[in-house]
């Protein structure tokens, strides 16, 4: 099988050296991306393309390199085609209408080629050549050149045929790791997720950062969704997940802080600490999912005001973004379900707000305010690698780990829906559930105790660690299956 890569349009207006180093970038990390599914893979870079090559024909192989092109950044789309020699015209138009002729009966078409090299005809020729055939032995709805419901693609270069068996849209934006790196504030939601997805998208390296106000149930719900645009977004580069307790911060806040000023205060406290976590991590910027007047907290003024609190840059990817706009592109990364799940932790709720913080009401505030709470926080702070945070989790539990189903065992599936159903798992005269991560937390207690559950995902990260949680839990009854 073969893919040929198209590169998002903006790296091909780049400078000849700057394109070169972002096209070496997606070549290593489309590399580490697709030589686990395929040692032999061979990924190929010319000026204008990248091809990506396999010798396996294995349709269930296609799917998974499928999935990983689309979510990689960088590129624009990218076409499955099948590659011939070329011989002739009428042995281009055999092959063509091999793949093709029956896929047109009913439909409109026109036939698009792209001709590179030295021949004696040029390309509308043998767009002739190859549509004339089509129509002639094949049942179609005739040729539209203007408006066509199907556009055959051929590419013609030197002696090589390109013939493209489908299209695919790709993520866009540029290669990860080609731009510098940024801390994102996460808290899970729907904003946060958003934004940190964004910033991924763009191809900046994206660490986590995370304010813990509500305990181990949070913690792990802010994993589980970092750790899923991690793997589906960004898993070329390695980032860390950094959990810095907050709750003796909100304690502090509730107990010396004015009412109307708390929510401004709380912020300007996380980017504080933000700030510290980025220089650590030599990063020169931090990401929020603010939107402009969404919440009280985030009129102008008062991010005017929060922003105050550090020099660092602060990136806000959604400034101007409405919340139906939000939740919808959630939708589309696949991370709204979590979102949805997540416990609402506002930490510090005023019961009259201030939209209009002044300087010097917030100076006097936090001079009520025991900084050291907030060093305490960052000196408890832990720093964990994204690829290993499931296996840190285990470090402590006794978590049995098995590869066959167990007589009588249940099999729960944990993954996404939309992975589920990509790839069904089916096992003959097995009991499989199917439980996303987001809801096993609340529905496990619901299940029959009498019986042994083995949880399973496709790369035995989400399935450890929520068996590991389980474990903690007191279930005794809770296995990860990993065929």
């Known amino acids: 099988m073969q893919f040929i890569i198209k590169f998002f349009p903006e790296i091909t207006i780049k400078s000849k050296p700057v394109r070169k180093q972002f096209v070496k970038a997606l070549r290593t990390n489309l590399r580490i991306l697709l030589k686990p599914l395929d040692p032999e893979v061979d990924v190929q870079s010319d000026w204008d393309r990248m091809l990506v090559s396999s010798q396996s024909d294995d349709e269930s192989l296609r799917l998974q390199m499928v999935e990983i092109l689309s979510c990689t950044p960088g590129i624009a789309h990218f076409l499955d085609v099948k590659e011939f020699p070329y011989v002739d015209m009428h042995d281009a138009f055999e092959k063509t209408a091999s793949l093709w002729g029956d896929r047109l009966a009913g439909k409109t078409f026109a036939v698009r080629c792209k001709r590179i090299g030295k021949h004696d ?32 693609r ?139 007047a969404q919440v009280s907290s985030q009129t102008l003024t008062n991010l005017t005001v929060i922003d105050s609190a550090t020099d660092m840059l602060v990136l806000r990817p959604l400034i101007t973004s409405n919340k139906e706009d939000i939740i919808r592109m959630s939708r ?55 690829d290993v945070i499931a296996e840190e989790e285990l470090s402590a539990q006794d978590v049995e780990i098995i590869n066959v189903p167990i007589q009588g065992g249940v099999i729960i599936d944990v993954r996404h829906p939309s992975e589920e159903e990509r790839k069904p798992l089916t096992i003959a005269n097995v009991d499989i559930q199917k439980i996303p991560f987001y809801d096993l937390h609340t529905r496990f207690a619901e299940l029959d105790k009498s019986k042994s559950y083995l949880l399973y995902c496709d790369k035995g990260v989400m399935s450890k660690l929520h068996a590991s949680y389980l474990v903690e839990q007191g279930y005794s009854n809770v296995k990860v299956y990993r065929p």
């Open 154 to 292: 051929v590419e013609l270069r030197d002696d090589r045929l390109f013939i493209v068996n489908q299209r695919h849209d790709g993520l866009g934006g540029f290669p990860m790791g080609s731009l510098d790196s940024v801390v994102s504030l996460i808290s899970g939601g729907f904003d946060s997720t958003v934004s940190t997805y964004l910033t991924m998208k763009r191809g900046m390296r994206t660490h986590f950062c995370f304010f813990n106000l509500g305990g181990r149930d949070h913690e792990i719900g802010v994993k589980e969704v970092a750790l899923y645009l991690w793997m589906k977004y960004s898993a070329s580069s390695k980032v860390k997940f950094i959990s810095v307790p907050f709750e003796g911060v909100v304690a502090e806040i509730l107990k010396n802080v004015n009412d109307p000023q708390m929510g401004v205060i709380l912020k300007r406290m996380m980017l504080r600490a933000g700030t510290q976590v980025a220089e650590k991590l030599s990063v020169k910027a931090l990401v929020t999912g603010e939107a402009v």
């Open 121 to 152: 005809f040029n390309s509308h020729q043998l767009e002739q050549y190859i549509g004339g055939g089509l129509k002639q032995y094949h049942v179609t709805g005739g040729v539209d050149l203007r408006n066509p419901d199907i556009t055959v």
């Open 332 to 386: 589309q990364i696949g991370t709204e379900d979590f979102a949805a799940a997540m416990p609402e932790y506002c930490g510090v709720i005023s019961v009259k707000p201030t939209t209009r913080a002044k300087p010097f009401r917030i100076e006097h505030e936090e001079g009520k305010f025991d900084f050291s709470v907030l060093d305490k926080a960052l000196e408890d702070a832990t720093y964990t690698n994204i």
